[in-house]
């Protein structure tokens, strides 16, 4: 448990010691809670986040999302990143620790997440401008700006799949940023393609999580809307989960 060093089990081994709250903690994962929200923190790209029911829990899928948008902004000397649907602002946290330079805006549209994602850009010491947005309409505060980077981790499951979801997943993190309806299921991401073609710079990234039963359609929507250098990645469970391209510029 935080708090507790292991090296005083070292050197004292027979000393009984007292961790505050143990026994609410322990019921709480016995009644399913995520032990990232029991915690209040979890571990992402090597920087721990805060995090409570409101955001989605970083996944390690997500980490590799992560680094393949830091190997597209090695073509950047000071790259300008946007992440929509930021949550907890995981990924536009780690990109503005890892990336010299760069500049990186996160939206969301849930005050909740917002107010979590200062805090943990606060505690980390980045300086990620946050704004609050629905990425399904305008976004006025976008208005004029151009980024080299824009990635996002949308919601994206089928309501028809959450019955066979578990319940520490279902009944803690939040619905909005996990299910869309089934009969449009690439809203997120249709939206966010249109976006792109305002706000990319020409050679720029746009850069998905993607369902892994969803990865061709998704592939096909980008090459509709116009975006080519399409690719799909397997994730460490050999998922196609992410999905990279640029706009075709004429």
């Not at 997440?113 to 006025?140: C, H, R, S, W």
């Not at 998905?208 to 250098?229: Q, V």
């Amino acid at each position: 448990m935080e708090g507790v060093s292991f090296t005083k089990y070292l050197i004292e081994p027979d000393e009984v010691t007292t961790i505050e709250g143990l026994e609410e903690k322990v019921e709480e994962l016995a009644q399913g809670r995520p032990v990232q929200y029991v915690l209040g923190t979890a571990e992402f790209c090597g920087l721990k986040f805060r995090v409570r029911e409101g955001v989605l829990i970083p996944r390690p899928e997500t980490e590799e999302l992560v680094v393949w948008a830091e190997k597209c902004a090695e073509q950047f000397s000071h790259p300008r990143i946007l992440d929509l649907c930021t949550g907890s602002g995981c990924i536009a946290i780690t990109l503005a620790n890892h990336i010299a330079d760069s500049s990186v805006v996160g939206i969301d549209l849930s005050e909740e997440a917002l107010v979590i994602a200062q805090e943990n850009n606060d505690l980390i010491g980045t300086k990620v401008e946050f704004i609050k947005a629905d990425v399904l309409a305008d976004v006025p505060q976008l208005s004029g700006r151009l980024f080299d980077i824009i990635v996002s981790n949308p919601p994206y499951i089928p309501l028809s799949e959450r019955a066979d979801m578990r319940c520490n997943v279902t009944d803690y993190e939040p619905a909005m940023a996990l299910f869309v309806e089934d009969d449009n299921p690439l809203k997120f991401y249709r939206a966010i393609a249109a976006k792109a073609k305002n706000h990319l710079t020409k050679n720029g990234f746009l850069l998905f999580e993607i369902h892994e039963n969803l990865a061709l359609d998704t592939a096909d929507m980008l090459r509709e809307e116009g975006f080519i250098g399409i690719e799909i990645k397997k994730d460490f469970l050999e998922k196609p989960r992410m999905i990279c391209c640029q706009l075709k510029r004429e």
